[in-house]
């Protein structure tokens, strides 16, 4: 028989391509490359379908990326009981240290198969950090090697059912504005985050598609509300990565410092951006640093030397940049230790799937999300396979049917007036300003949500999805419907916890040590949920 990369090429030609595999991987991150190895280390025949190209896009290939990884023990118990204390109470430690055990192991595995991790000072690797092009470069490799076939520029539109059951997904492929089709025994979405339409490092495609498509299948999501991470960047720049920030002083226009000591800084730069511009030095870093920062991050330096600024010696403005769920928290629930979703045969991972129990109500960046990528890969990629060899004889035959409804298939007529572009505006407007996310409030979230909400049914009554402009058209719908359960959830938490700051609502409030669960679409419904295995502070 043929292999899956074989049959691609034959059919290069064809209308449409038309493939069948025991799983399909949706995503080109590290979550996805994860699976799809598992996938195929358990025996099954893969396709990987990125909307960019796998190596290069999603958000770790642009940056420099911390693990979380922690030998098992007490290192590691002393690890858990430390963010125990910040996570709000919401993570649940034996997934915690579940994804630890993972990521452990696996990144052992990746030193094992020869990517090269720097070594530290005592002269052994160093797995506590992955170069994020390096990284991603080396696991395109590895994918390759495995036999997968990955379909680069092929973004996924909808999922394919039958009788209920997750039969593959269907797209575009962008370059040859041809629509292809993969049936498959079992799905893993790994799609990433939902950045809301920012602009920022390695984001243009992380829309929220994997939510939309979960959810149309009858999904759920957690963690919703925690999506207002944001992140110091030179303003003017898409450059987003806030590690250079932690030896910054910030100013206001007239000079005054601000005094972020002992405190979030990004709570005492946000405050102060709404009030006026705000500056920054990294002033703060002995010289040595310089050059360890250069050599280490060297894409941070770009904006600052193609305007002939020193960051180090002189001061220049900066802006918050919203990567919502990126390095927040929220994603598809997921019903079991395999990352299954309650829905047969798809499961979620990495960014795509909600990190509630792991990070609780704060950021997963820094460690967190990297090691659940790869842990949440694994775990997925493993259960698929196993999914669909039950599945194998009948894939074939299989009578499936798209469920993508908006920003694909209008309810009513298409008005060719409708832009997916405008709607990217509206988006924009409700979920990247300070005072409307970062900082919320009852009264604007309420309004917020009622402007979405009429975006909602003009894009799914009118919205026409077709050929390429498809892709721009589902991305409209994801966004939209995305910002929707992120702001019905922040309404449900009538507090403040971890990244949702309530301005009306600014205590912790005991009650709510809790999950919220977010489903629907023309409704959307927010249930309130315990966390089994949650430690309260
Ligand atoms: C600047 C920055 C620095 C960070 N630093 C750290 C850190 O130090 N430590 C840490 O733990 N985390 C960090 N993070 C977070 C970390 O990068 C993410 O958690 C991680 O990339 C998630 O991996 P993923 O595979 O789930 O998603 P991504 O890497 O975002 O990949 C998502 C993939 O899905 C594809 N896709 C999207 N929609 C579709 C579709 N419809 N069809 C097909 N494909 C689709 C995209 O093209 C992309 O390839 C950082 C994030 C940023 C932005």
Not at 52 to 74: E, H, I, Q
Not at 306 to 318: E, L, S
Not at 500 to 519: K, M
Request: charged share 25%.
């Amino acid at each position: 028989m043929p292999t899956l990369r074989q049959q691609v090429h034959r059919l290069r030609g064809a209308e449409v391509l038309d493939l069948v595999a025991d799983v399909l991987v949706i995503g080109g991150g590290p979550a996805a490359s994860w699976a799809a190895l598992t996938a195929t280390e358990a025996g099954a025949r893969v396709v990987v379908v990125d909307k960019g190209y796998l190596g290069t896009s999603g958000a770790t290939a642009p940056s420099n990326t911390g693990t979380w990884f922690v030998p098992p023990g007490a290192e590691r118990e002393a690890a858990i009981a430390r963010r125990q204390l910040l996570n709000g109470g919401l993570a649940v430690p034996r997934w915690i240290d579940r994804t630890l055990d993972m990521a452990w192991q696996r990144l052992h595995t990746l030193a094992d198969w020869g990517y090269k991790f720097p070594n530290d000072d005592s002269g052994k690797p160093y797995l506590n950090n992955l170069r994020g092009p390096d990284y991603m470069a080396f696991m395109r490799r590895r994918v390759l090697r495995a036999g997968v076939a990955i379909l680069d520029h092929h973004p996924a539109l909808e999922l394919l059912t039958d009788s209920g059951v997750i039969a593959g997904a269907a797209g575009i492929d962008r370059q040859r504005n041809r629509p292809w089709r993969v049936r498959a025994g079992a799905v893993v979405l790994a799609t990433g985050g939902c950045a809301f339409g920012e602009r920022m490092l390695g984001a243009t495609g992380l829309t929220g598609d994997g939510y939309l498509m979960a959810v149309e299948a009858g999904a759920t999501l957690s963690g919703m509300e925690f999506s207002a991470q944001y992140a110091c960047a030179p303003r003017q720049s898409s450059l987003n990565k806030g590690m250079p920030f932690s030896w910054a002083s910030f100013f206001r226009e007239d000079g005054t410092r601000l005094d972020t000591a002992n405190k979030d800084r990004h709570v005492v730069v946000a405050r102060a951006l709404l009030e006026g511009p705000v500056w920054a030095q990294y002033d703060k870093g002995i010289p040595e640093l310089r050059l360890w920062l250069r050599q280490g991050q060297p894409n941070c330096f770009l904006p600052y030397d193609r305007t002939g600024v020193d960051p180090f010696t002189q001061r220049f403005p900066v802006t918050l940049r919203c990567e919502g769920t990126v390095r927040g928290v929220g994603g598809i629930k997921l019903t079991g230790d395999d990352c299954s979703t309650g829905i047969p045969a798809l499961y979620a991972a990495g960014d795509a799937a909600s990190r509630e129990r792991m990070t609780g109500a704060i950021t997963g960046g820094g460690g967190p999300n990297s090691s659940w990528a790869i842990a949440s890969g694994v775990w997925a990629g493993r259960a698929a396979a196993k999914f669909a060899a039950r599945e194998a004889r009948r894939i074939r035959d299989r009578r499936v049917t798209g469920i993508g409804r908006a920003g694909l298939r209008p309810a009513l007529s298409a008005r060719p007036d409708a832009s997916a572009g405008d709607i990217l505006e509206t988006v924009r407007e409700e979920f990247l300003p300070l005072g409307r996310n970062f900082f919320r409030g009852g009264a604007t979230l309420r309004q917020s949500l009622d402007r979405l909400d009429r975006t909602w049914a003009e894009l799914r009554d009118h919205l026409p999805g077709e050929g390429l402009a498809a892709v721009k058209s589902r991305e409209a719908a994801a966004l939209t419907a995305t910002s929707r359960w992120a702001y019905a959830s922040a309404l449900a938490r009538a507090e403040s916890r971890g990244m949702q700051r309530r301005l009306d609502l600014p205590a912790t409030d005991p009650e709510f040590v809790c999950s919220f669960e977010v489903s629907g679409l023309d409704r959307i419904d927010v249930t309130r949920s315990e966390i089994p295995g949650a430690v309260a502070q």
